[in-house]
């Protein structure tokens, strides 16, 4: 069942003058949206960067007939093409009812097409602490981490809107890096750490990347992202534990284990296609 819909299409020209604010999308009603600049990619200067659209298919997936009873668990998003900026809309629906288990359907809609598509599944939750565990280790947080500067290679005003620190093993192709922003991910509402935090997962592609960015050498973007959730996220700071590889037939894949203050909650997954520049 859609519950959101409605937009209109805009042309790439009216792209490139993004609004500003204090938030990644202004709210039009009727499940459409405006990107702001700090929504704006690294890799062309009139589309969006896919962390805060991330985040505001999160904010879609939660809102969407929510229940106290379900959390989603697992967030599964395919990049259509590109993400264009400006006035978009989201469509969002039900996949699969069911008591105990709901698959979540958000799709983003940029200039009459397809962009992204998430999918999400809700589990039921109950009492485990019995027999709660987890493998992944707790890191250093981001109060022990220095600032970094590294992530300026990169252009685009998302990129601009964070603030980085990372650990001192750091380099290229692995390490661990905290991320914070200031913004809210949609004009008047509140944004929920779940929102908050998955909204800047998709940075972990280009927080260590093996290669520097640049006109003369690579370009690696993901055209999906994975996320799984062992916990529901809390805070505004997200550490991404990270390693990139990159294979030799022009395939790479970025993976993070996922960190809020309070420890690991997840996991992430980009597949990568590597091509020269």
């Given amino acids: 069942m859609t519950v959101q819909s409605g937009g209109s299409q805009q042309t790439k020209d009216e792209t490139t003058e993004l609004a500003d604010g204090d ?38 997936l939660e809102s969407f007939h929510p229940r106290d009873d379900l959390r989603l668990a697992r967030l599964s998003l395919d990049i259509h093409g590109i993400i264009h900026a400006g ?42 602490a019995e027999v709660a565990a987890s493998e992944d280790e707790a890191v250093p947080g981001p109060d022990l981490m220095e600032p970094w500067e590294g992530m300026q290679v990169w252009p685009g005003g998302y990129i601009r809107s964070l603030e980085i620190r990372v650990g001192e093993e ?25 929102v908050r935090l998955l909204g800047m997962v998709d940075t972990a592609n280009g927080v260590a990347p093996r290669v520097p960015p640049g006109p003369e050498s690579w370009m ?33 894949l970025t993976s993070s284990v996922l960190h809020d203050v309070e420890g690991p909650f997840g996991r992430a997954e980009q597949i990568l296609t590597v091509r020269p520049l």
């Fill in 170 to 194: 750091h380099r290229p192709g692995r390490g661990l890096t905290w991320l914070r922003n200031p913004y809210e991910m949609v004009s008047g509402a509140e944004t929920s750490s779940l």
């Fill in 220 to 252: 690696f973007p993901n055209v999906d992202l994975q996320i799984h959730l062992h916990r529901t996220p809390v805070g505004q700071w997200l550490g991404v534990q990270t390693r990139q590889t990159f294979g030799a037939d022009g395939v790479g």
């Fill in 87 to 128: 006035e978009i809309e989201v469509v969002t629906r039900m996949i699969r009812p069911g008591r105990t288990i709901e698959l979540v359907e958000a799709e983003m809609i940029a200039q009459g097409r397809t962009a992204v598509v998430a999918r999400g599944w809700r589990l039921k939750t109950s009492d485990t």
């Fill in 23 to 60: 938030f990644f999308y202004e709210s039009l009603g009727e499940g459409r949206f405006r990107s702001t600049i700090h929504a704006q990619g690294a890799w062309n200067p009139h589309e969006q960067h896919m962390a805060p659209a991330t985040g505001l298919l999160t904010h879609a």
